[in-house]
């Protein structure tokens, strides 16, 4: 019942800046959290934010001071705003959704940053 679709993805240098969106459509019941989450190729899938109810955030060690994360449990969209990108950054970002229902992945969308 509910799909996230990510966007926002490309080409960017280093020091460069891309802001992610994740729209989220269908029913949504008691959004615990949306998520920003990452994989490179031939590596884990790691966590990069995250948003909860009320508007509190977190964020990997790695992007703090860097990325931002923006939107909540009331919206229909999540951004994930990064600055200062690094080759390190590229990967498909992952945006996921948690709620009383379950949890939800969108496709992902590829972030390369050149070196």
């Known amino acids: 019942q509910v799909q996230l679709v990510e966007s926002g993805g490309g080409l960017v240098q280093p020091g460069g800046s891309l802001r992610l969106s994740c729209v989220a459509s269908?029913?949504?019941?008691?959004?615990?959290?949306m998520a920003w989450y990452r994989q490179a190729p031939g590596k884990q899938r790691e966590f990069v934010a995250a948003i909860v109810s009320g508007g509190m955030t977190n964020y990997a060690d790695s992007v703090k001071g860097r990325f931002t994360i923006s939107g909540d449990n009331a919206k229909t969209t999540v951004y994930l705003q990064m600055n200062n990108l690094k080759p390190e950054d590229t990967a498909a970002y992952y945006c996921r959704l948690v709620s009383g229902l379950g949890v939800i992945w969108g496709q992902g969308t590829q972030v390369t940053v050149s070196s």
């Open positions: 269908g029913s949504i019941f008691s959004i615990t959290s």
